[in-house]
């Protein structure tokens, strides 16, 4: 009797106050009902007549009643005028004369729906907290009844408000409410084990339980279709029918493998029924079921798949199924109806299968029998993603080029000394696939190919190097690796400079990157006995083709290359120093003579179309480091070898005065070199003194040769050293005291003093003058010395008695010292 009170008390509060409101609501709906005119449009019979006969006359007078207001003349007899078709018009009363239909007035809230809403909160929370208070108390089987009297509430409910209130909205929420009632009571007679232990949430039939509450959620929904016609309900019952068939597939499957294969088939048969049934086509529930189908099935293709992923380490046979079952359904529908994102799924899932082969065939077989095979199986899925028409699109080609990369570096590491020619392989195969890039239409795409073409075959040779797999001897293996390598970069440049198949790729980026990498290569090559020949030879060719490219700028690498080589031979074959200073010396010679000759225009310029660099002259001072060193011919080497060096930047488009620069540079070299010489030195300081001043002299006159084409400069600059010169030879006289050194610099200043005087030069007269004057006195200064002070006195007096005497005279003829000076110098210059 508890139970039925309480299904009462739940049922009564909510029940009769919306039964009352309706019955209200419907009799105010009756009262508010206008007379709506019945007759305002009239069928008008119109008698036939023909308009285009002069005879008969319009009548276009319309009565009250719609007719007209005359008739019609008789008709003639004639057959000619006989009509042959009667004609019937309706006319309409104008528009505004119609009244329009008065919208129904919604009724509005009394004080008597209000006092019953307000009555019917309060009754209803009395009646809940009644039933709260007495759930505990309340049996198990009363429980479950009173759920279902609430269903039956919500169902009444949900009739009462459609059929009286007119309010969908909340019929439908009502109807719903009722819905999951149903379930929840059948949810909750499982939990008490009313209807068997089995069927009950401890029992092995609890995902029938499940099932079975799901599918009647779902059927209950899918009445509430036929009566609301709502979309969400489709959602709602297909959602709930979905629920139901994976809690009836855990049921009756106790293995996760056995499962997961009736998951796979229950999502290929959703699957088809969406692509070949096209349920509903055209009706508002087509979009709905499509979607509800398509989470379905993705939800069941989500737990089959997700047992592939647990048993990828150790594949079954189910894994195998699942696999290619969804890799085939993805490419047919993707193809099929040409839905790309279906086709990049099925890419991801076709590359699990070489994890999951390669994990099966381990048990059986070698690992680099493994690897090989699925690599050739991933090369394999890559070219069916660029080739096949339908499976290519840019994510499935990037993804499968990727993933062949991935394993062909996962072979690259494991060459052995052993085994690794089928590694070898691959990456040959892999080399080719990039290399085919190269003819790709998109520039960017041929350019980051042409980039990355070296790399997987300098990868390779490392690998192959450091394996120890040609020798056990380290140069040999070296040498034999690298010199592969750098022929093989070197001939792929080849064929894309030389050939046709090059020309018509003219990618300049795969021939720099290939020049660049095999350049490198040769310069980081070990030298060994004769070996370095082969090395010289490929940079030789490698020297060729970079003259061959727009920008010859790899040659910088074969140029350094060669130096090297020199250097490292003349070190291994030589003990002595001597040896490779004076190769490095040889070396900067023969680069500067080769500059001259092959590149004379400029270090840098443009010819042909083609911007040329100068290589050898760019790289010649390298050389001129290794002769730096203590000893007198390092030195001497390294002046003499800077001095090449400017002389080599010199070139035919660079301006005069930039020419004059290099070579005044390398005379300085030149000079410094002289004087600090390994060789001719004497013993005697005065002549080695004087060889030094001689060598000065000489760049005086090579700098007036320099710098002829600035006639002001040259003068100065040269003028400048002679005068250095000349006085450092003074001094020289008055530092080495001998009458032999004296006689020898009195020569040389009474010479210069008569050259000056037969060429006029007032600077070299006085200087030469003065010059000879001073060494006079300084070689008779014993003798002066030695005279008493009065005839200094007597000589002094003289002096002034002859200048006052020549002053007077010139005063007489209207001149002065000076002017007279300079008359007799008037045909003279500086």
Not at 136 to 152: C, K, M, P, Q, Y
Not at 276 to 293: D, H, M, N, T
Not at 476 to 487: G, P, R, W
Not at 627 to 644: E, K, P, Y
Request: proline content about 4%; glycine content about 4%; aromatic content about 14%.
């Amino acid at each position: 009797m508890t139970e039925l009170f309480t299904i009462i008390l739940i049922a009564m509060p909510i029940t009769i106050p919306f039964m009352v409101i309706g019955i209200i609501k419907l009799s105010d709906s009756k009262k508010n009902n206008s007379n709506y005119p019945q007759n305002q449009y009239y069928n008008i019979y119109t008698p036939p007549y023909n308009y285009n006969n002069p005879n008969y006359q319009n009548f276009n007078s319309f009565n009250t009643l719609g007719g007209f207001g005359n008739t019609p003349p008789p008709r003639p007899a004639s057959d000619e005028n006989r009509i042959t078709a009667l004609e019937y018009e309706t006319p309409l009363p104008p528009k505004a004369d119609i009244p329009e239909k008065p919208k129904k007035a919604k009724p509005d809230m009394t004080v008597s729906n209000i006092l019953f809403l307000i009555g019917t909160v309060f009754v209803v929370l009395s009646g809940l907290a009644f039933g709260v208070a007495s759930w505990i108390n309340t049996s198990h089987t009363g429980r479950v009844l009173i759920i279902a009297a609430a269903a039956v509430v919500a169902y009444a409910l949900s009739g009462v408000i459609s059929r009286f209130l007119k309010l969908t909205g909340t019929s439908l929420s009502f109807y719903v409410l009722g819905s999951g009632f149903i379930s929840t009571a059948m949810l909750t007679a499982g939990y008490y084990q009313l209807m068997g232990k089995w069927f009950s949430f401890d029992g092995k039939g609890v995902f029938a339980l499940l099932a079975v509450s799901s599918f009647t959620a779902g059927l209950l929904l899918l009445i509430g279709i036929r009566i609301f016609k709502n979309i969400a309900l489709v959602y709602a019952s297909l959602s709930t029918a979905a629920l139901g068939l994976l809690f009836t597939v855990l049921q009756i499957t106790d293995t996760y493998a056995y499962r997961s294969l009736i998951f796979i088939a229950i999502q290929a048969v959703i699957a088809g029924f969406i692509f070949f049934a096209e349920p509903l086509k055209g009706s508002k529930y087509e979009l709905p079921i499509k979607r509800v189908c398509i989470i379905s099935a993705f939800y069941f293709g989500s737990m089959a798949l997700s047992y592939v992923i647990s048993t990828i380490s150790a594949p079954t046979f189910s894994s195998y199924f699942i696999i290619s079952a969804l890799i085939i359904q993805f490419a047919f529908y993707g193809i099929h109806k040409n839905i790309k994102a279906l086709i990049c799924i099925e890419c991801v899932l076709s590359l699990m299968l070489p994890i999951m082969i390669f994990n099966s065939l381990l048990n059986s077989f070698s690992e680099c029998f493994c690897i090989v095979a699925i690599s050739l199986i991933t090369i394999v899925i890559y070219l069916i993603h660029r080739f096949v028409p339908g499976m290519k699109n840019i994510f499935t080609e990037i993804v499968s080029f990727f993933a062949v990369i991935f394993m062909t570096f996962s072979c690259i590491a494991m060459i052995r000394s052993h085994t690794f020619i089928p590694y070898l392989f691959i990456a040959a195969i892999a080399t080719v696939i990039t290399d085919s890039y190269l003819f790709h239409k998109n520039n960017s795409v041929k350019a980051i190919a042409g980039l990355f073409t070296p790399v997987i075959p300098l990868s390779a040779i490392i690998a192959l190097s450091r394996s120890n797999a040609v020798s056990f001897d380290y140069y040999i293996n070296s040498i034999t690796c690298m010199s592969i390598l750098a022929a093989l970069l070197i001939g792929f440049s080849a064929v894309l400079l030389c050939t046709s198949i090059g020309k018509k790729i003219s990618s300049d980026t795969a021939v720099y990157s290939n020049l660049g990498f095999a350049g490198f290569i040769l310069a980081s090559t070990p030298q060994y006995k004769l070996l370095s020949l082969i090395t010289a030879a490929l940079c030789l060719v490698h020297f060729a083709l970079s003259n061959k490219t727009r920008f010859n700028l790899t040659a910088l690498l074969s140029s350094y290359t060669v130096i090297k080589l020199v250097y490292m031979m003349t070190r291994e074959f030589s003990d002595t120093g001597i040896a490779s200073e004076t190769a490095m010396f040889i070396t900067v010679i023969a680069y500067t003579l080769l500059s001259r000759i092959i590149y004379p225009d400029a270090v840098i310029c443009d010819k042909n179309s083609k911007k040329v660099i100068d290589p050898f002259i760019t790289v010649a001072w390298l050389p001129i480091l290794k002769l730096f060193d203590d000893t007198d011919i390092s030195a001497f080497l390294c002046l003499i070898a800077c001095a090449i060096f400017c002389t080599g930047l010199v070139k035919k488009n660079l301006r005069p005065s930039t020419v004059s620069v290099l070579l005044t540079f390398s005379t300085v070299f030149t000079v410094i070199a002289l004087i600090d010489r390994p060789f001719f030195i004497f013993e005697s300081k005065a002549v080695t003194n004087k060889i030094t001043l001689a060598i000065i002299a000489l760049s005086g006159i090579a700098v007036r040769f320099i710098w002829r084409k600035f006639e002001e400069t040259a003068k100065n600059f040269s003028q400048i050293i002679f005068i250095f010169t000349f006085v450092s030879l003074l001094i020289d006289a008055i530092v080495f005291d001998t009458a032999s050194n004296t006689i020898f610099v009195m020569t040389i200043m009474i010479l210069v003093l008569i050259i000056s005087i037969m060429s006029r030069s007032k600077t070299w007269f006085i200087t030469s003058a003065a010059s000879l004057f001073t060494i006079t006195l300084f070689a008779t200064r014993d003798y002066l010395m030695a005279l008493n002070w009065w005839i200094y006195l007597f000589l002094a007096g003289v002096v002034l008695i002859v200048l006052a005497s020549v002053n007077e005279y010139l005063k007489k003829n209207n001149e002065s010292l000076k002017t007279s000076v300079a008359k007799k110098f008037s045909g003279w210059n500086w």
